[in-house]
């Protein structure tokens, strides 16, 4: 059975703390997206990442970045947590292909930054 | 700006009262249309893919549909596990995906 695995499910910071979310796919999969949901918003693209070492940003990069050394392992940081990126972190990927809408999805990460 | 509305907000069904969902998209150049659905605690899980006006996917008890401005997702006798938040996203030119914020059905036995 296909897997995304996210190794935080409940996350509680300090405003300032460096955070590391860490996705794991077992997959094979090629594209890996990192993602945040809001009530009312929706699921906002942060970043995703089409092959090892390479990251595009998505609609809402400011304050993240990402790290994806090994094909099966792509990470979120937050380098300065603040208040504002208390959120659902989801984390998904992908076979390659542009037109593909088909996305595995992890569990999630629930952040809360006080 | 890319948009997706999706109606209503929630929905209350008794079991077996049929209902459709409605998700509205504008955007420069749809390259599909999926639909997700999303239980407590989960993250989403994929249901289908639509291209083209006048498509339509069956699974189980759901039927999505698109036209050029739209897409609806059928319930057609739900149950109780068909309790959950749907998801529709569409595919924009520049090739991300773009949420809306999901429509909440309950379905009472």
């Known amino acids: 059975d296909v897997k995304v695995t996210q190794s935080s499910r409940y996350l509680v910071k300090r405003t300032g703390e460096k955070v590391f979310l860490e996705c794991v796919q077992d997959?094979?999969?090629?594209?890996m997206f990192w993602y945040r949901q809001d009530p009312g918003l929706g699921l906002r693209l942060i970043y995703f990442?089409?092959?090892?070492?390479?990251?595009e940003k998505g609609d809402i990069p400011e304050g993240y970045s990402v790290s994806r050394e090994k094909k099966e392992r792509f990470s979120l940081i937050l380098e300065s947590a603040s208040t504002n990126q208390t959120s659902m972190y989801l984390c998904?990927?992908?076979?390659?292909?542009?037109?593909?809408?088909?996305?595995?999805f992890g569990e999630g990460s629930r952040l809360t930054v006080l | 700006e890319d948009q997706v509305t999706q109606s209503p907000e929630a929905l209350r069904l008794q079991e077996g009262e049929s209902s459709s969902l409605n998700c509205s998209y504008t955007?420069?150049?749809?390259?599909?249309l999926f639909w997700y659905r999303q239980d407590p605690g989960k993250g989403p899980e994929f249901l289908f893919t639509?291209?083209?006006a006048g498509e339509e996917k069956e699974k189980e008890r759901l039927k999505a549909t698109l036209t050029k401005k739209e897409s609806f997702l059928h319930i057609t006798a739900p149950k109780p596990e068909d309790s959950a938040t749907y998801l529709c996203?569409?595919?924009?030119?520049?090739?991300?995906?773009?949420f809306g914020a999901g429509t909440t059905v309950t379905v009472r036995a």
């Open positions: 639509l291209y083209s």
């Open positions: 955007v420069s150049g749809l390259r599909g």
């Open positions: 998904a990927s992908s076979l390659l292909g542009l037109d593909t809408g088909e996305l595995f």
């Open positions: 996203a569409v595919k924009r030119d520049d090739y991300k995906l773009s």
């Open positions: 990442s089409y092959d090892v070492k390479m990251k």
């Open positions: 997959m094979d999969h090629e594209n």
